[in-house]
């Protein structure tokens, strides 16, 4: 069973158009992250978020963190080609130093 | 170094035989992460090291594999008797607290023949 279960497991949407990323689970997080992964490279880290309720924005890409702490949304305004590749989120459990990750969103943006 | 540097880069190896996967963290890091990832999957989690001991090694798969790191640097990930199976990219990620953000290397793609 993952510690960290993501929705949509696939996404495949039009330059232009919006997008969001659920990451859910019934465990509390001192910190969850989100990371991209490109094809034949290691994951980048996008974003860490700490307090329950925080968001955060990186130009088109806004974070949120869940008030309980259990869970994490990524959405993506005005999807761009670019935008395209494995998304992952991570979470580090109250009651553990390991992080742990989703089985990751697929996303592909098509011109 | 600038970033996690990982060599090398791709193995293939005959069923049966040692592999040794090394990773070069970032200078300063005191924390150290192997993980697996298998094709269209998200990280397993192997192996945590802080500075040169490893207080987790509950992700690793088999008494196949062991990890090793000195001068609280580089680490090898060493399988031995490889299988099918252990066909998959191995991913290391090194953190300043193991808190904070993880950097990654590239990885090793490793495929066992």
């Known amino acids: 069973t993952q510690l960290l279960e993501q929705s949509p497991q696939f996404l495949s949407i039009q330059e232009g158009e919006n997008l969001t990323v659920y990451c859910n689970s019934s465990?509390?997080?001192?910190?969850l992250q989100w990371y991209r992964q490109e094809p034949g490279e290691g994951p980048v880290l996008l974003v860490t978020v700490v307090t329950g309720g925080e968001v955060k924005k990186l130009k088109r890409l806004t974070f949120q963190f869940g008030d309980a702490r259990k869970d994490s949304s990524l959405h993506i305004t005005a999807a761009q080609p670019g935008d395209t590749g494995l998304y992952l989120c991570?979470?580090?459990?109250?009651?553990?130093?390991?992080?742990?990750f989703g089985a990751g969103t697929t996303v592909t943006v098509r011109a | 170094g600038a970033g996690v540097s990982q060599s090398p880069s791709n193995k293939v190896t005959e069923k049966g035989k040692d592999v040794e996967l090394r990773c070069d963290p970032i200078s300063g890091h005191t924390a150290l992460y192997w993980y697996r990832q298998r094709l269209g999957q998200g990280l397993e989690f192997l192996i945590y090291f802080q500075g040169n001991s490893a207080p987790d090694k509950s992700g690793l798969p088999s008494d196949r594999f062991s990890a090793e790191r000195t001068g609280e640097s580089v680490s090898t990930l060493t399988i031995q008797r490889t299988q099918q199976e252990d066909s998959a990219v191995y991913l290391c990620a090194s953190s300043l607290t193991g808190t904070d953000g993880y950097t990654f290397g590239s990885g090793t793609r490793l495929t066992v023949v």
């Open positions: 465990s509390v997080f001192s910190s």
């Open positions: 991570a979470g580090t459990p109250t009651n553990d130093y390991k992080l742990s």
